[in-house]
């Protein structure tokens, strides 16, 4: 019960953020939740596979890359009115934009699980590194799109109903969109697929000696992943409007994994609180000192060394709530 009212809580704070910021005259605010909202977007599909199928991707930001550069590439070829290699036009409408970068993330995820799968532990690791920087690079070379210099999206994709010039309405899309994409994972999770992913993390050995291939479910849950990871990049495209290959980079990925591991590794909420402490702990540290980071590194081990768990395992033990 203590833990669903805490919920309860956060869920009406987040709602009201926009309201709260505009009361305190902090009209960037709301902008500021808006990108944490789409880096734990991102964290919450890595999660997937990282905390319930124990798969250490360190690329998972290449389909964040994908997704983002998926929504500038449709708008650019949607201002000059020239389809896409002759065939796809281009759009700025929301509604396709979003599923088209969840499709092509999620192809560009299946193809390097495909090959990644095969292999286990540092080489997993290095191969999804591998094919992260290779696409890093290709859009690095891709000079019709900006190429190093990234391209800038002028307008924010098109909703029927809302106005997403509007960073309140925007806050709030990007809000509810997250809050679908964790309530999907609850249920996958909770599913017979989970438990059998659960299964395969803690023994995969075991998991064949019983009948099950873990290949396909592996690869299943990697293609998901990737997906999530499109979406919160197409949002975090719209937000910032402007991609560049710096949002695929290995940095970004480190990142991702570092917000899973702060919030709680396997949690429905970790990789949101993750999100906030990581992000509030950057801007409160970069508004005292333009070093921050030398302050903010020493923070984060110490917590993944001490803080068994991360801050959801810190806010049960507060609660006195037990896990399971």
């Known amino acids: 019960m203590r833990e669903k009212i805490a919920l309860a809580l956060l869920f009406a704070a987040a709602v009201a953020l926009p309201l709260i910021m505009r009361a305190l005259d902090l009209p ?67 509604l396709i934009t979003l599923p088209a970068a969840m499709l092509t993330a999620g192809l560009a995820a299946a193809v390097i699980g495909a090959l990644s799968l095969r292999t286990s532990g540092v080489q997993f690791i290095m191969i999804t590194l591998a094919f992260a920087q290779m696409l890093f690079f290709l859009f690095v070379g891709l000079k019709a799109y900006g190429g190093d210099d990234g391209m800038t999206i002028r307008r924010r994709n098109a909703v029927p109903g809302l106005d997403l010039r509007d960073v309140d309405q925007l806050y709030w899309l990007v809000l509810g969109l997250l809050c679908a994409w964790l309530f999907l994972q609850w249920r996958i999770v909770g599913s017979r697929f989970g438990r059998v992913l659960e299964g395969i993390r803690q023994n995969e050995r075991r998991m064949r000696a019983i009948g099950i291939s873990p290949y396909p479910y592996k690869l299943a849950a990697f293609v998901i992943a990737g997906m999530g990871a499109g979406a919160a990049g197409a949002l975090m495209a719209n937000y910032m409007r402007f991609v560049s290959p710096d949002i695929m980079s290995w940095q970004k990925s480190g990142e991702i994994m570092v917000v899973v591991i702060l919030g709680g590794i396997g949690t429905l909420l970790g990789p949101v609180l993750g999100a906030i402490a990581l992000q509030g702990l950057e801007f409160f540290l970069g508004g005292i000192t333009e070093h921050w980071a030398i302050i903010l590194g020493p923070i984060l081990v110490l917590v993944v060394l001490f803080g068994r768990g991360g801050i959801m395992a810190l806010i049960r033990r507060l609660l006195g709530v037990r896990h399971g």
């Open 28 to 94: 960037g605010g709301t902008g500021v939740a808006t990108s944490i909202l789409c880096l734990a977007f991102a964290a919450s599909s890595l999660n997937l596979i990282l905390g319930h199928g124990g798969m250490i991707s360190f690329g998972h930001a290449a389909y964040y890359g994908i997704g983002a550069y998926t929504v500038g590439i449709l708008w650019e070829h949607f201002r000059q009115q020239e389809p896409i290699f002759g065939l796809i036009p281009g759009t700025d409408q929301l």
